[in-house]
T-cell receptor, first 111, second 115 residues
Framework: DAKTTQPPSMDCAEGRAANLPCNHS???????VYWYRQIHSQGPQYIIH???NNETNEMASLIITEDRKSSTLILPHATLRDTAVYYC????????????FGQGTTLQVKP | NAGVMQNPRHLVRRRGQEARLRCSPM?????VYWYRQLPEEGLKFMVY????????ESGMPKERFSAEFPKEGPSILRIQQVVRGDSAAYFC?????????????FGPGTRLTVT
């Protein structure tokens, strides 16, 4: 699976959009981009995933560049409860499905 | 539809004792993954199981750790003769398919403390 690079930390004002970037320049054509988050010490929470097209669900939007070498997770109206570590993970076939977590981005939402 | 269940949520063991951690996957999920998170560290994959089979144990320590997922009942992660370095949060996740287009859902974790 391709390696990902994320900024270690970011701040966001409550009510504003949080845009979390991820670089995955070695991604191959059949690898998906996944986002999870871990709030404090809770179990990781699935957010969204995509292959090529942009995706949106009730939690967030995922924007994948045309060359697929980077992506952005967008939380449209961040709340204090969105403070967490956000992980960008690339998953491809043939790895038995295990998730390889990096260091992630610690997002601090401030009032 | 209940989520992934793990029990106990907190477990305290003395050095040398055995720890048994249980994971019940979401309904309809037959693929279970175990991850460990040491204090102040990231999550690390340990083992992937399907019903009655260990598929990938590349992240499991070679000694004292074992896992099973029987035909009936929860998946069990067993740690024999625990040491202080085993103190960590252990999470399991389940999925309906192991393929890269299916997400995994995580349980709340078991926090193991070895005294």
């Amino acid at each position: 699976d391709a390696k990902t690079t994320q900024p270690p930390s970011m701040d966001c004002a409550e009510g504003r959009a949080a845009n979390l970037p991820c670089n995955h320049s070695t991604i191959s054509g059949n690898e998906y981009v996944y986002w999870y988050r871990q709030i404090h010490s809770q179990g990781p929470q699935y957010i969204i995933h995509g292959l090529k097209n942009n995706e949106t669900n009730e939690m967030a939007s995922l924007i994948i560049t045309e060359d697929r070498k980077s992506s952005t997770l967008i939380l449209p109206h961040a709340t204090l409860r969105d403070t967490a570590v956000y992980y960008c993970i690339v998953r491809g076939p043939g790895n038995t499905g295990k998730l390889i977590f990096g260091q992630g981005t610690t997002l601090q939402v401030k009032p | 539809n209940a989520g992934v269940m793990q029990n106990p949520r907190h477990l305290v063991r003395r050095r040398g004792q055995e720890a048994r951690l249980r994971c019940s996957p979401m309904k309809g999920h037959s693929h279970v993954y175990w991850y460990r998170q040491l204090p102040e560290e990231g999550l690390k994959f340990m083992v992937y199981l399907q019903k009655e089979n260990i598929i990938d144990e590349s992240g499991m320590p070679k000694e004292r750790f074992s896992a099973e997922f029987p035909k009936e009942g929860p998946s069990i992660l067993r740690i024999q003769q625990v040491v202080r370095g085993d103190s960590a949060a252990y999470f399991c996740a389940s999925s309906p398919r192991p393929t890269s287009d299916y997400e995994q859902y995580f349980g709340p974790g078991t926090r193991l403390t070895v005294t």
